[in-house]
């Protein structure tokens, strides 16, 4: 393996302005060559978006912006190691750190990401009443603006205003406060709430409802809240048609986006990746999104001794896409929607792959071909062309991509004081989540699929936990019923079918501030065995059974509370 160490190319530790375009440079130069090792020494290196190339992508899950530059452009790349030693990467601005794409064999590992002007800010509550909130802001690290009644943030390239609103951590667990719930304001919801900003002081804001909402009951004076002011547009990792890549031993403090998310991407290994509160800065806050999302990956996910706290939404989602058909041309071709609006742009697959054909009512599938042509009309359209004539295409079904249903391993992980829920399994490869800790708000395991809102598929086959403890999870019922759960969004069952098929819970720790343990609709199989149930004080219960079941078919348990 060849050694690039980047000093000789210019790139050096402390350097403010050329350091994006002196990598850039090196990465063209070198984009031919395998069986590589780049390599960063100790120190802090700056990426500024000013001379990055530019790409026009279309992330999944994330707010629609479609041009992004780029610092890391591993495009085409094969057989490529980059690793640092107490190496810290500080990104500013609007950028995307690493694009590894259309890749074989990438491994990272061995430093550090932040971002020097964080997407979110956050105050602490002074004090509260029913209709007002003043807020303590510290204006050096967090600069802001009030402007005609609003509050405004200054980041690196201009002002951002307050977009989707607040949440409330729990300053004590540095997590979300019991039964809380995201708070915005002056928006077109129906949960915001009106409301005035105005300057009460040195680094002081003070917040007046304006129409009939008060403040929740559970916010306090000490708490902090987290001030959301910049779309999720910038993942520190997007991985696209890809196969063997690597992450290990990195830390990431913060990105405008999830800290990984990969699509049609096969074998992924994720190792010691800890998505961590800043040890000195002590935000509240880490990804502004989920942790680790998976769209149509394939063959292998690992996902190994990691720590992964308080980003704005869930630690691990993987799943497809439901595609729904538009317009019916014939029985070989249909005209396909991407209906969710973080989806779009998305293509659904390649000539040679197989894809189902899905009753958006049962969630069954009806009939299944190979696809010969698949071409994207613009972002919100393709034109997908089957083999065979298939006797099932009807407008309102959903499409869906068979041929990436990817085996998954998360073993030795913590998932922690997070917004929502903790791991979001839809695949139907077999999952083993083993020896993980889990400390979530709402459910820590939920086992889903949709095809009338948020269209992530799939059905599961193979699910089983065993040897987890589970602390004091489901919290706040709008992000899950009980620390497991099984809610699949189909309207209609049909007699002896399931949507998912088998999920076994054993050996586990539940550590419950109430009765609830698993929630459980449109399930073939459920065992839950051998588990232990302690009964803790942390939160007042919430009412509920410990087995709330509907629709599954098979139930075989040891414990009856």
């Known amino acids: 393996m060849r050694q690039i160490h980047v000093r000789d190319y210019g790139i050096i530790p402390g350097d403010e302005k050329e350091t994006t375009l002196k990598l850039r440079k090196m990465l063209q130069e070198i984009r031919q060559e395998e069986n590589l090792e780049i390599r960063f020494e100790k120190g802090i290196y700056h990426f500024y978006p000013d001379y990055a190339g530019e790409k026009l992508l279309y992330i999944s899950n994330h707010d629609e912006d479609t041009i992004k530059k780029v610092a890391f452009d591993l495009s085409g790349m094969k057989q490529v190691k980059i690793s640092g030693t107490d190496t810290q990467f500080l990104f500013h601005t609007d950028i995307l750190p690493f694009h590894i794409d259309r890749c074989r064999e990438i491994c990272i590992e061995g430093i550090t990401i932040d971002y020097a002007r964080t997407g979110y800010s956050e105050g602490k509550i002074v004090k509260v009443t029913d209709k007002k909130m003043l807020l303590e802001i510290n204006r050096e690290e967090y600069p802001y603006r009030i402007i005609h009644g609003n509050i405004f943030f200054e980041e690196e390239n201009g002002l951002a205003e307050l977009y989707c609103g607040c ?254 829920r903790g791991l979001l399994l839809t695949t139907a490869g077999q999952v083993i989540v083993r020896k993980n800790r889990f400390e979530t708000p709402g459910a820590a395991i939920l086992i889903e699929g949709d095809s009338n809102y948020w269209f992530e598929s799939g059905a599961t086959k193979y699910i089983l936990l065993e040897e987890n403890e589970f602390i004091n999870c489901a919290y706040v019922p709008q992000w899950g019923s009980a620390p497991i759960q099984v809610s699949p969004s189909a309207g209609i069952w049909e007699e002896g079918q399931r949507y998912h098929q088998y999920l076994e819970v054993r050996k586990n720790l539940f550590r419950c501030f109430d009765n609830r343990l698993v929630y459980a609709v449109n399930l073939e199989t459920l065992i839950f065995q051998d588990n232990k149930i302690e009964k803790t004080d942390q939160f007042p219960p919430i009412a509920g059974e410990a087995f709330k079941l509907d629709g599954v078919l098979k139930f075989q348990t040891d414990y009856y509370g």
């Open 167 to 420: 949440l409330e951590m729990d300053a004590r667990r540095c997590a979300p406060v019991y039964r809380g719930r995201d708070i915005s304001f002056n928006k077109p919801y129906p949960s915001s709430y009106g409301a005035t900003f105005r300057e009460e002081g040195e680094n002081l804001v003070e917040i007046s409802l304006t129409g009939g909402q008060k403040f929740p009951e559970t916010s306090k004076s000490g708490n902090i809240l987290i001030l959301r002011h910049h779309w999720r547009t910038h993942p520190c990792f997007y991985l696209t048609d890809s196969a063997d890549v690597t992450l290990r031993h990195i830390t990431i403090y913060h990105c405008t986006g999830m800290a990984v998310i990969s699509q049609f991407t096969k074998n992924i290994t994720i190792e010691q990746v800890d998505i961590r509160r800043h040890p000195v800065k002590k935000r509240m806050f880490t990804a502004t999104a989920d942790g680790f999302h998976f769209v149509y990956a394939g063959g292998k996910i690992q996902i190994k001794d990691c720590l992964v706290e308080n980003q704005l939404d869930d630690p691990v989602n993987i799943h497809g896409i439901y595609g729904r058909i538009h317009k019916v041309l014939n029985k070989k071709e249909v005209i396909v929607e991407l209906v969710e609006g973080m989806q779009k742009g998305v293509k659904l697959g390649q000539p040679g792959e197989l894809f189902g054909i899905i009753d958006n009512r049962t969630m069954l599938e009806k009939e299944r071909a190979e696809v010969c042509e698949v071409t994207m009309l613009n972002k919100d359209f393709q034109y997908i062309a089957f083999r065979d004539e298939m006797e099932s295409l009807t407008q309102g079904f959903v499409v869906e991509n068979k041929s990436y249903a990817p085996d998954v391993l998360i073993e030795g992980c913590t998932f922690r004081n997070n917004r929502a």
